[in-house]
């Protein structure tokens, strides 16, 4: 099946620890986007990748990194310098020629800071 | 700066009753209009989407959004909404070719069987 997969689902960090999330898809799709989401804040944009080995930031970006060094994978290491880390992260992709469709979302990962 | 505004944080209906979600966009230019549908404990899934043609574009489940252009609007209805209708719905706008989204804070539907 063709799809979006987002592991783990479920990860707890100690504080002062960092820790990468990982996004792999098999849709081909070119660009692929890190959302934190907060309850009563929406989505938010964290990094962004249009091609292999090219990302950029989004408006949260600062506590994060990512790489982009293959088309399928777009892995998120969440730093000790985020200070407030514990969200639920969604990946999505969208296709190059086709914008409009929408994005396609992972089930997404819930982290945890204990 | 462009941004989308959803009116209703929190909505609660009973089932058959009508629902309608506001969404509202602050952007001139041509734009890509979405909605998404989040089931609890699920991931977002599209409901809806327009870019071009009749402004009235027909998702799924019995789900409709109508465009108006003038209003900069992109309302979300259901004539009769049921209980497995409970979600968190989020409008999303794609303004100008940009290759992000811009997203409204969502709207939590409770409908009460």
């Known amino acids: 099946d063709g799809g979006i997969t987002q592991s783990p689902k479920y990860l707890f960090r100690k504080e002062g620890q960092n820790v990468t999330l990982s996004c792999e898809q098999n849709l081909n799709h070119d660009a692929m986007y890190w959302y934190r989401q907060d309850p009563g804040q929406g989505l938010r944009l964290i990094y962004y990748?249009?091609?292999?080995?090219?990302?950029q930031k989004g408006d949260i970006a600062e506590g994060y990194s990512v790489s982009r060094e293959k088309k399928e994978s777009f892995p998120l290491t969440v730093t000790s310098a985020q200070k407030n880390p514990t969200a639920f992260y969604l990946c999505?992709?969208?296709?190059?020629?086709?914008?409009?469709?929408?994005?396609?979302f992972g089930s997404g990962t819930r982290l945890t800071v204990v | 700066a462009q941004s989308v505004s959803q009116h209703n944080h929190h909505v609660i209906l009973s089932e058959a009753a009508s629902l309608e979600l506001g969404c509202n966009y602050s952007?001139?230019?041509?734009?890509?209009l979405f909605w998404y549908v989040q089931y609890p404990g699920q991931h977002l899934q599209l409901l809806l989407k327009?870019?071009?043609?009749d402004p009235l574009v027909k998702g799924i489940k019995g789900f409709e959004a109508e465009f108006i252009k003038s209003k900069f609007s992109f309302n979300l209805r259901k004539p009769s909404v049921q209980w497995s209708d409970t979600a968190e719905y989020f409008c999303a706008v794609n303004a100008g070719n940009n290759r992000k989204l811009i997203w409204g804070l969502g709207t939590s539907l409770g409908v009460n069987p």
């Open positions: 952007y001139g230019g041509t734009v890509n």
């Open positions: 327009y870019f071009s043609g």
């Open positions: 990748s249009q091609i292999v080995n090219d990302f």
């Open positions: 999505a992709t969208l296709p190059r020629d086709s914008p409009n469709y929408g994005y396609t």
